[in-house]
């Protein structure tokens, strides 16, 4: 809570000086508390879930790369020469990175604390990662469903869902502007380009002849 002395009204009492933040019931909050209301990832997790996975990949290719042949023969470098030490170098890289990550908070002291501390070190919050998998999450579908129905029909489908999701258009307008896109798309390749896009497993655009 702030202490600074706001002004004095004719009448008595006092206007609360700026930047005095006041919530529900009148209760003030300060910076700190508000901003250590929001959640998320940490930098140090995503530092270690990266180092990881990347030690994974590394020792994956270390073992394959020394199955295949990683030393020199008399005719030269085996299969697995170079590939052996590309993914030693990436292992090595990676249990650096995990030392540094274990050690840096002790390097780092007391520099920041309270909520500065939280968000000097939070590598995303929640809302940004929603934000992020909004669009990432139907990305995702969207090339799925092109393996089963084609590009055309998956294309004005995500289009049409995403206009009405995340632009809040009328169902109407989605509807037009996916289908005019995608008809648009498949007279453009189909009859003047003479190149077919793929059509899905399904393939539900059958009936037209291309």
Do not use: C, N
Not at 11 to 31: K, R, T
Not at 115 to 120: R, T
Not at 127 to 136: F, N, P, Q, Y
Not at 184 to 203: M, N, Q, S, T
């Amino acid at each position: 809570m702030r202490t600074t002395a706001g002004r004095a009204l004719p009448g008595g009492g006092e206007l609360a000086p700026p930047g005095f933040v006041f919530v529900l019931q009148g209760i003030p909050m300060s910076d700190d508390e508000a901003s250590g209301a929001r959640g998320g990832i940490s930098t140090r997790s995503m530092e270690i879930a990266v180092a990881l996975v990347l030690l994974a990949v590394g020792a994956l290719v270390v073992f394959d790369s020394y199955r295949l042949g990683a030393k020199w023969g008399d005719d030269g470098p085996q299969s697995g020469y170079f590939p052996f030490y590309i993914g030693l170098l990436l292992g090595l890289s990676s249990l650096a990175t995990l030392a540094h990550v274990l050690f840096q908070g002790l390097a780092r002291g007391d520099r920041f604390s309270g909520a500065l501390a939280e968000k000097a070190s939070r590598f995303v919050e929640w809302g940004e990662l929603k934000l992020v998998a909004s669009v990432l999450v139907p990305a995702l579908v969207y090339v799925l469903a092109v393996q089963l129905i084609g590009i055309y029909v998956a294309s004005a489908i995500y289009i049409g869902l995403f206009m009405r999701w995340l632009g809040k258009y009328t169902w109407l307008r989605s509807v037009l502007v996916g289908v005019l896109t995608s008809a648009l798309i498949f007279v453009l390749f189909e009859i003047w380009f003479k190149v077919p896009l793929y059509k899905g497993a399904w393939d539900p655009l059958a009936f037209l002849g291309y």
